[in-house]
């Protein structure tokens, strides 16, 4: 199965902005990163139409995502309303009665446990994003950003995590296929007190040295390293001073 992950707006757009300054773009594109990595890690296939902070016109998006043949469409956003006091869960669809709905009612419930945040139903919605693609879409609010206390939550990067694990529970439930939350290694699960995702060889000078993979806040892989071994394995000189908290390799 291939998803269409749509983190709305980006770029010039900002979306909604929360009294914080907590910008939508910026939680619609750390969620879809997530939400895309979950999503390969259980064997689906991700197309997005965006990876960064840049601007993407709606007829481009709709486009794309036409053009990859996906089978459901994913569009993220953050509600805002003038009363703050607004505080609930929804997820749009064009019309009720079809997949869309089906696929809608499954995230909304997922979203709904793991924030314990009102449910504020599935509704039918005219949004351009839906009405131009072919393909059963989904459009979610994810609380309102112009709420303080769920702009404040909205802002950590572990909630951007349990909303993605979220929604991709509800996909894959809704694809009938057990969701397999992302696996962290046992006893290997600190490296510079980061949690390694997956294991990765690194070989430097024809020996391998530990390293870990490990997923930053926007979802994106690195390997991770330690100094000293490299410094070792390169014969240089390393010396920690914990007073001026600097590290210094020399030869
Ligand atoms: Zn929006």
Redesign the pocket.
């Known amino acids: 199965m291939k998803i269409g992950i749509d983190p ?2 980006g770029g010039e757009d900002s ?2 902005i929360g009294s914080s300054g907590l910008k ?2 910026e939680i ?1 594109l750390a969620v879809g990163m997530l939400l895309g990595n979950a999503l390969k890690d259980n064997g689906l296939d991700v197309v997005y139409t965006r990876e960064k902070d840049t601007t993407v016109k709606l007829p481009v998006r709709t486009d794309l995502l036409n053009r990859a043949k996906c089978d459901v469409i994913i569009s ?5 309303a003038g009363d703050s006091k607004k505080n609930y869960l929804t997820t749009r669809v064009q019309s009720k009665k079809g997949k869309a709905e089906v696929l809608a009612l499954f995230v909304q419930r997922r979203l709904v446990a793991a924030t314990g945040w009102r449910d504020g139903g599935v509704h039918e919605a005219k949004v351009p994003v839906i009405q131009e693609t072919r393909i059963p879409t989904i ?1 979610v ?1 994810l609380g309102f950003i112009s709420n303080p206390g769920q702009e404040k939550w909205l802002a950590v990067p572990e909630h951007q995590r349990k909303l993605a694990h979220a929604i991709a529970q509800g996909i894959l439930e809704f694809w009938g296929q057990p969701y397999q939350e992302p696996e962290v290694k046992k006893g290997k699960e600190s490296l510079a007190g980061k949690k390694i995702d997956r294991e990765v060889k690194v070989m430097l000078g024809g020996k391998e040295i530990p390293a870990g993979m490990i997923r930053t806040e926007e979802g994106k892989e690195k390997a991770l390293v330690q100094l000293s071994d490299i410094a070792d394995l390169l014969r240089l000189q390393f010396k920690y001073d914990p007073e001026t908290k600097t590290i210094t390799v020399k030869t």
């Open positions: 709305g707006h979306g909604e939508e773009k619609t993220l956003h953050v509600n805002a459009i609010e």
